[in-house]
């Protein structure tokens, strides 16, 4: 099994462009998460999926961000506009209730620099 | 409203020494799942244990221990003979007990450096 596969690794760009996080889960994981890192605010939560639909997206800061699962390998995170704050590393996870024992299994992360 | 505290922000040790790393939760829910993730230089998140609320055996595995204790509410881990390779950011972890789609809350994370 390949992981939790996320793209890009690093992404560079400037305020006010459009940023697209990409994630690949486990296959047969029908949980997805994705979690903001931060160095003020930690690990946060935005959003989670369940079989492709959002179930809580309170965690989502604001407008400017969006989450999309339109088939059960595939998730998006989009920010438009980006702002400097938005600067993070965003990862996402999967998991399943068979395999809940050993949590979530995380990606790499992304790491979004915003200038 | 679930909360975990990790009072140690960073923990310098030498190697070949022990470190422990506390954690201290709150949490509503009378069953739950407690959790401890690695975050190597690397950045990626790396799970280590799981524990029941409901099942407050100590346990080892190698050189990593966990004492989990229900009264106070603690979650602590205990690394022994500490080595460079340890160096991370451990992460201590809280979430409910009904399925997988239960929000795992982090604590802040505790910085460990082990010196050679």
């Known amino acids: 099994d390949a992981g939790v596969i996320q793209s890009p690794r690093h992404e560079v760009t400037e305020m006010g462009q459009e940023v697209t996080l990409r994630c690949k889960p486990i296959s047969g994981h029908d949980y997805l998460f994705w979690y903001r890192q931060t160095m003020m605010r930690g690990l946060e939560l935005l959003i989670y999926?369940?079989?492709?639909?959002?179930i809580d997206d309170s965690g989502m800061p604001e407008d400017r961000f969006s989450a999309k699962m339109p088939n059960a390998s595939f998730s998006t995170l989009k920010i438009q506009p980006s702002e400097p704050r938005d600067s993070a590393v965003y990862f996402c996870?999967?998991?399943?209730?068979?395999?809940w024992g050993y949590g979530y299994t995380f990606g790499s992360g992304t790491r979004l620099t915003v200038v | 409203a679930q909360k975990v505290t990790q009072a140690q922000t960073e923990i310098s040790v030498v190697e070949k020494e022990d470190v422990t790393l506390d954690c201290v939760y709150e949490?509503?829910?009378?069953?739950?799942?407690l959790f401890w993730y690695k975050q190597p230089p690397s950045g990626e998140l790396v799970f280590l244990i799981r524990?029941?609320?409901?099942?407050?055996q100590n346990e080892i595995s190698g050189r990593y221990s966990w004492n989990f204790q229900k009264s106070t509410s603690s979650f602590n881990f205990t690394i022994t003979a500490s080595q460079v390779v340890d160096s991370a950011v451990y992460f201590c972890a809280l979430s409910g007990i009904k399925a997988a789609g239960n929000k795992l809350t982090f604590g802040g994370g505790t910085r460990v450096l082990v010196k050679p």
């Open positions: 524990r029941n609320s409901f099942d407050e």
């Open positions: 949490t509503r829910d009378t069953t739950y799942y």
């Open positions: 996870a999967s998991s399943a209730d068979r395999t």
């Open positions: 999926f369940n079989n492709n639909v959002p």
